[in-house]
């Protein structure tokens, strides 16, 4: 890469240091302003950080490498992501922001599953942290690799090397601001994010001669549109789609639903985020498409399909532009880190230390904690990315499943069903957890291959949390009255302010 490249870059890296800076002054003094910025958050911030830390790298490498290598097949896990933010939006997010805070202002995910039963101290806190910590660092370490390949691709550098400045940037502003730091970047790394995803398609469509053109040369790789609609499976589709169910138990992503201003804003917020993510997903799709049609046509060498963004960013832009878009694949990646990151800290500060530490956990002591918990999870997570191997876009599909089955739907049940229980939440989310490690690990098949390979694990794993939650809540006593009270509170409150 040209010099100019690099100073762009090192640019970028400065800003969202000052954004740390910055936050860290204005938001950081107790729990509620590290964890949640105040619940104070902008419709605008809300909207692109949420889109943000949901895309992360893969949107710019995995989705692009994905259709490079499967085709048009790619298309349905599109449509069920965009479906499923939509639904995200319009079911969990107005609900979730009130009963948070109806249920004794609760700061994470965790402390709501167990004050919504007014149990703070109740089993389902500790174990929806742990799984919060173990999936998390899965999760964060598909960043990191991300973040390696992109060093190794682009610049020439070290794979190792990369995985160390990625990780020192994103931890230094996470640990400085806290939330606020987190939200605040996200949303400039959005708007870097939704330029490039638009500018890199675009430019390298303009070296074919229309759209006959392109399709005859990718056809060469992949089938044709029409053939790829007709050949896909029944269980193919079922997996494609259920992608979107994962949205309603992603704790980076609903958390941006706690912390908004207010009900009403969620609508601004609803339209501003599904228009940026429909333009994104396309562009990375398009990526993909024109990057093998351009392969093909100009017998371009593509050793990782994942790098097709990187090699388009080198070949067809001046160096300037070349470390802008860099910076985009960066800030996918840091922007979705820092968002796991600071979830995973406030699972072990709050859920874990403070709920053991009691009364005698001060508000900077919890910050503190909360602190040592980022760079806890960063160093076990930049272990796993080690092996430079591994698929972006499978080690996301895993812990999405992992989330999407242990939280999504005792987050559902949660918001809408009244007589949920303390240990039907429990029985949950044990079951979605257990149901997507055994898909995804034991080699049941004769082949020797998981269940994975049949169907995605966040099909079984949502309908099996789904089902025991729901037998246990028949079978298990009624729930409290003041869980009665909270819940119909909410209702009342929500109500009002729509």
């Not at 909207?47 to 692009?64: H, Q, V």
């Not at 997903?281 to 049609?293: F, P, Q, Y």
């Not at 698929?391 to 009244?418: D, E, H």
């Not at 809540?473 to 009270?485: A, G, R």
Request: proline residues 3%; charged residues 10%.
């Amino acid at each position: 890469m040209d010099n100019m490249s690099y100073v762009t870059l090192a640019l970028y890296f400065l800003a969202m240091l000052g954004i740390g800076v910055f936050a860290y002054k204005n938001s950081t003094s107790d729990m509620s302003g590290y964890l949640l910025g105040g619940r104070k958050v902008s419709p605008q911030v809300t909207a692109l950080s949420a889109g943000a830390s949901d895309m992360s790298g893969w949107m710019l490498m995995g989705l692009p490498g994905a259709m490079f290598v499967m085709g048009y097949d790619t298309i349905f896990i599109a449509i069920g992501l965009t479906l499923g933010a939509l639904i995200n939006y319009i079911v969990v997010a107005p609900k979730l922001r009130v009963f948070t805070e109806v249920a004794h202002d609760s700061l994470t995910i965790p402390e709501f599953f167990a004050k919504r039963f007014c149990e703070p101290k109740g089993g389902v806190r500790i174990i929806s942290a742990i799984i919060i910590v173990l999936f998390f660092t899965l999760y964060t370490s598909a960043g990191l690799v991300a973040g390696g390949k992109l060093f190794e691709s682009a610049f020439g550098l070290s794979y190792h090397l990369g995985l160390i400045v990625t990780l020192a940037v994103v931890v230094s502003y996470t640990l400085l601001g806290g939330f606020l730091a987190v939200s605040m970047t996200d949303f400039v790394q959005g708007c870097i994010m939704f330029l490039a995803l638009v500018l890199v398609p675009v430019v390298a469509y303009q070296q074919f001669d229309g759209i006959s053109d392109l399709n005859h040369f990718a056809q060469l790789s992949i089938p044709s549109f029409s053939t790829s609609m007709s050949d896909v499976g029944f269980w193919a589709l079922v997996s494609s789609l259920a992608w979107g169910l994962g949205y309603f138990g992603q704790p980076h992503i609903i958390v941006r639903f706690m912390a908004i201003r207010s009900v009403s804003d969620i609508k601004i917020a609803r339209t501003i985020g599904m228009s940026w993510m429909l333009v994104t997903i396309l562009g990375a799709l398009a990526t993909g498409l024109v990057g093998v049609a351009y392969a093909n046509k100009f017998a371009l060498v593509v050793d990782d399909p994942e790098t097709i963004f990187i090699i388009f960013s080198n070949l067809l832009f001046h160096p300037l532009i070349s470390g802008f878009l860099m910076a985009a694949i960066l800030a996918a990646i840091m922007s979705t880190i820092s968002s796991q990151l600071l979830v995973s800290a406030s699972s072990l500060t709050e859920d874990i230390y403070r709920l053991k530490a009691g009364k005698q956990a001060t508000e900077k002591e919890s910050v503190r904690i909360g602190r040592y918990g980022v760079a806890g999870v960063a160093i076990m997570a930049m272990l796993l990315a080690l092996d430079s191997s591994n698929s972006i876009l499978s080690l996301v599909s895993n812990a999405w499943a992992g989330f999407g089955a242990a939280f999504g739907p005792l987050v559902l049940f949660s918001l809408y069903y009244k007589n949920l229980t303390h240990n039907a939440a429990v029985a949950g989310i044990i079951t979605g957890a257990v149901s997507v490690l055994f898909w995804i690990y034991a080699p049941v098949l004769s082949n020797g291959e998981s269940l994975s390979s049949l169907v995605y694990e966040i099909v079984p794993g949502f309908l099996a949390s789904s089902l025991v939650i729901w037998l246990v809540c028949k079978f298990d006593k009624k729930p409290s009255q003041e869980t009665i009270l909270l819940f119909n509170k909410t209702n009342q409150i929500l109500a009002e302010q729509r």
